[in-house]
């Protein structure tokens, strides 16, 4: 099974805020930073105690004394003192997914994208954290001509939530150009993937029907490709984007296992050994035909670069929920 370990971490904040600590990226993010010697102050809205997601998420982080959980919403908590004293903030919280946020649910990612990120961004320059992650996203990207997204390309985000990341990002690193802000690497992940990937994701649905037979709905054809990312990669990347001095700047997150559905169905199929059954339906607005990273930034300010292709990350995706799924009779 991939390990954190695989990217030799040279160096971790020692004292650091990851916001989104209860999510997908956020937990794995905590723990890795948590292995390598920080201290962690997690903040998120959902409870460890109460909710589902929050209590399996935060599993591995329980009782590891380096780890400090705070129950909070960005958008109205007292922010500047679970910064003190932080080398590093790691911002992740926020509604992620294209689909839904077409329609009512527009308000929740404006609030939570924008203004919690804004009230994230006046607390670090009150308090002065001197370097500010936070989670940018492939999306703001838009459709491409099917060459590789390069940094300096010109955004034309598809989706509501597309453009609630551009802003994001683009408010960061506003506050980034202010002498008192602090520096800011904004760090646009492509679908990532792996244990505890959000329910609502594309892999963990191939894998999860794979596993139990359930019908897969498939939006559009399946021909659509993304640079699917490993989760223990995007954790190296974005602790070297805190430990780097000189990083800043928006930074691809990808590359490396660019792939169909149709083929992450195929590879989900012969590791499972159980054929998916398929349920067409209609391609999703917002949804691109393509990502593809140009990784070439993140090779050269962060000397990163991903290294678990997309076979060996989704046996270890694969493994991580046969784990739960009850009745899964096959060896995986
Ligand atoms: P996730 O939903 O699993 O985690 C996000 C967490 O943020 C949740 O636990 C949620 O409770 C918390 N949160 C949301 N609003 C909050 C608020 N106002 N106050 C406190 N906590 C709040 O999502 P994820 O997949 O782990 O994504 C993490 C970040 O990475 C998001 O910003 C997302 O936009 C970005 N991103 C994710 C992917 C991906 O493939 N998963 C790709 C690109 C970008
Ligand atoms: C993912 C995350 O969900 C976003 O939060 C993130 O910002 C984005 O990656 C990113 O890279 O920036 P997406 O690429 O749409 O977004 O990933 P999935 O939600 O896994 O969807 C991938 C493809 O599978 C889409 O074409 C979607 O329509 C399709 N899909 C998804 C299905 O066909 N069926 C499903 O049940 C779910």
Not at 9 to 29: C, D, N
Not at 48 to 55: L, V, W
Not at 119 to 134: H, W
Request: hydrophobic fraction near 40%.
């Amino acid at each position: 099974m991939p390990q954190h370990e695989q990217h030799p971490t040279t160096a971790a904040p020692r004292r650091a805020v990851v916001t989104g600590s209860a999510g997908f990226i956020g937990s794995h993010l905590a723990h890795a930073l948590v292995q390598a010697g920080s201290t962690v102050i997690g903040v998120d809205r959902r409870a460890p105690s109460a909710d589902a997601t929050a209590i399996a998420n935060l599993a591995s982080l329980r009782g590891l004394p380096g780890y400090h959980h705070i129950t909070a919403d960005l958008l109205n908590c007292a922010i500047d003192p679970l910064l003190i004293d932080a080398d590093a903030v790691f911002h992740l919280a926020g509604i992620p997914g294209v689909r839904p946020s077409w329609g009512p649910q527009f308000s929740d990612y404006l609030a939570s994208n924008v203004l919690a990120t804004h009230r994230v961004l006046e607390a670090c320059t009150r308090i002065g954290v001197p370097r500010l992650v936070v989670a940018s996203s492939s999306s703001v990207y838009g459709p491409t001509d099917g060459g590789a997204s390069v940094e300096a390309d010109r955004p034309k985000p598809a989706s509501p939530y597309a453009v609630t990341k551009l802003a994001e990002e683009q408010l960061c690193l506003a506050y980034a150009e202010r002498p008192v802000g602090p520096s800011v690497v904004a760090l646009r992940y492509f679908t990532v993937y792996g244990p505890r990937q959000r329910a609502d994701m594309f892999t963990h649905r191939a894998l999860q029907a794979a596993l139990t037979g359930q019908p897969l709905r498939l939006y559009g054809d399946g021909h659509q490709r993304r640079d699917f990312t490993y989760i223990d990669d995007v954790v190296a990347a974005t602790i070297a984007a805190a430990t780097v001095p000189t990083a800043q700047g928006a930074i691809n997150v990808g590359g490396g296992s660019n792939a169909s559905l149709l083929e992450v169905i195929n590879i989900a199929t012969s590791l499972t050994g159980r054929d998916i059954q398929l349920q067409q339906d209609h391609a999703r607005s917002g949804d691109v035909l393509l990502t593809r990273a140009d990784p070439s930034r993140a090779r050269e300010v962060l000397r990163w670069q991903p290294r678990v292709d997309l076979h060996n990350g989704l046996r270890a995706h694969m493994q991580a929920l046969a784990a739960q799924v009850p009745n899964y009779s096959r060896a995986a």
